[in-house]
């Protein structure tokens, strides 16, 4: 039957590279800092779409849901990222506006975990941050029905070509659905893996005057 799952497992290795140093009592004051100086760094040490991030929410009866999806932004007003209200996890904001986002870059050992509520950017932002996008971004905003049962490939090739045609011959075409959120953290942690496993780990909670940092045990 091949060999097991778990040889396989066993047999896997991670942070072949040297990782980088990371002192957390050099850090800035707010997380947004820290993240751009480690998403450039990231960029600069060939990641893999670093900005690729895991997004969980909840749904209605509480349980955990989670997916891929891309980072559009992150500034003092938040993590930005969109999608389509009527897709699952749009639904799911609409519910439970609370969310964790969560980015690896295996090339550097590190993670940061993002968590807070979720608030909805004006519809004419959310155009915007769509219309600055590529003409495939809105192509597939334009097809819609995410996360709806799909009959057949055939429907979504119909449905895609149409899309394109659209988008090149009206480039600002609106995705009416098409919706910018930004999770306001609450908390954003820091993770800087280490070969020894003694593993840097800071976390900022805001405050009523601005962040506090504390260190966690690995």
């Known amino acids: 039957m091949g060999t097991d799952l778990h040889e396989v497992l066993r047999s896997l290795r991670v942070w072949d ?58 500034d003092a007003d938040g993590w930005a990222f969109a999608s389509h209200a009527t897709s699952r996890k749009g639904r799911q904001l609409a519910a439970r506006p609370y969310a964790a986002l969560d980015f690896y870059w295996p090339v550097q050992g590190r993670q940061i975990r993002v968590r807070g509520p979720v608030a909805v950017a004006p519809p004419e932002e959310s155009q915007a ?24 490939l055939a429907e979504l090739d119909r ?24 999770l306001r953290p609450d908390e954003v942690e820091f993770f800087q893996g280490d070969a ?4 840097a780990r800071l976390v900022y909670r805001r405050t009523e005057t601005g962040w506090s940092t504390e260190l966690l045990w690995p």
């Open 17 to 74: 590279a040297e990782l980088p140093s990371f002192d957390p009592a050099a850090a800035p004051a707010e997380p947004v800092a820290l993240f751009t100086e480690w998403f450039k760094q990231a960029v600069a040490a060939g990641q893999t779409e670093p900005h690729t991030m895991s997004l969980a929410t909840a749904d209605e009866d509480g349980l955990p849901d989670v997916r891929i999806v891309m980072l559009h932004g992150a």
């Open 129 to 152: 941050d769509l219309h600055a996008r590529s003409t495939g971004a809105l192509a597939a905003a334009l097809v819609g029905h995410q996360s709806e049962v799909l009959p057949s």
């Open 159 to 182: 449905a895609s070509d149409a899309a394109w045609e659209r988008a090149e011959s009206v480039p600002d075409s609106p995705a009416p659905t098409w919706t910018l959120y930004r």
């Open 196 to 199: 020894r496993r003694r593993h």
